[in-house]
């Protein structure tokens, strides 16, 4: 592979990996929006099943009405082949099967809404199901992501926490440090200052000739006289 290829295949990635984060963090307002839709597509699925009831209930008003006419009329063709009138009859019996052929419509049409009702009432309630199992879900979720923003809230500060008190802590081992070398150099500057003072103390006495100079010829010969002095009596 090119080095070319290589860098294409890198920003693909890197494309890929910035689109899954921002899915991701926009993945419980998408959800919700998807509920949301879902329960619209609901609520209209009902509106659907009202209708096709309501037609549903028509149907079966108008298979009585046509059920009934029939019944009726065959007792008319019943009738009139009781007193033997043959085309009275016959023409009763016509409308008895054209209405028959009606019911037979009627029937069909009525079978047609009732199955449709059985149909969308059981996806409704499949659908109200997978509703409320999403539902539950994404409450679920949504506690679990409150619950892990808060401890990474939490962990957080706690990180920043120390690490703010052990900066803290250097500065104050720093101060400690400089302050311990500062009382260091003031000890040293008094003790010098101290001792140059005695020194010229003394050279001032020395001078008034109040004490003996030090390395004196005078008193290095005094001091060997008295030991000699005292060897020959002992």
Do not use: C, P
């Not at 070319?4 to 990996?17: C, F, M, P, S």
């Not at 949301?36 to 108008?62: C, F, H, P, T, V």
């Not at 120390?162 to 400089?178: F, G, H, M, N, P």
């Amino acid at each position: 592979m090119t080095v070319w290829n290589k860098l294409v295949t890198a920003l693909r990635g890197a494309a890929h990996e910035a689109g899954e984060t921002v899915t991701d963090s926009q993945a419980l307002r998408i959800l919700d929006q998807e509920i949301r839709d879902a329960d619209n597509d609901l609520n209209r699925s009902k509106e659907a099943l009202a209708e096709i009831m309501a037609k549903q209930k028509l149907a079966a008003g108008k298979l009585q009405t046509t059920q009934a006419k029939i019944t009726e009329y065959e007792g008319y063709a019943l009738k009139a082949l009781e007193t033997q009138d043959e085309s009275l009859a016959l023409e009763v019996a016509g409308k008895v099967a054209l209405l028959e052929a009606q019911r037979d419509e009627e029937e069909a049409q009525l079978s047609a809404f009732s199955h449709s009702v059985e149909q969308l009432r059981g996806a409704i309630q499949t659908a109200q199901s997978h509703i409320k199992r999403l539902k539950q879900q994404t409450d679920t979720v949504k506690a679990t992501e409150s619950v892990q923003r808060a401890q990474a809230t939490v962990a957080g500060r706690y990180s920043g926490s120390q690490s703010r008190v052990q900066t803290a802590l250097d500065s104050l081992e720093r101060i400690k440090q400089k302050q311990a070398e500062r009382g260091a150099r003031m000890e040293s500057a008094a003790e010098l200052a101290q001792s140059s003072s005695e020194d010229a103390l003394d050279a001032k006495l020395r001078a008034a000739g109040i004490t003996a100079s030090a390395g004196n010829a005078q008193s290095v010969l005094e001091r060997l006289k008295a030991q000699r002095s005292g060897a020959k009596e002992g």
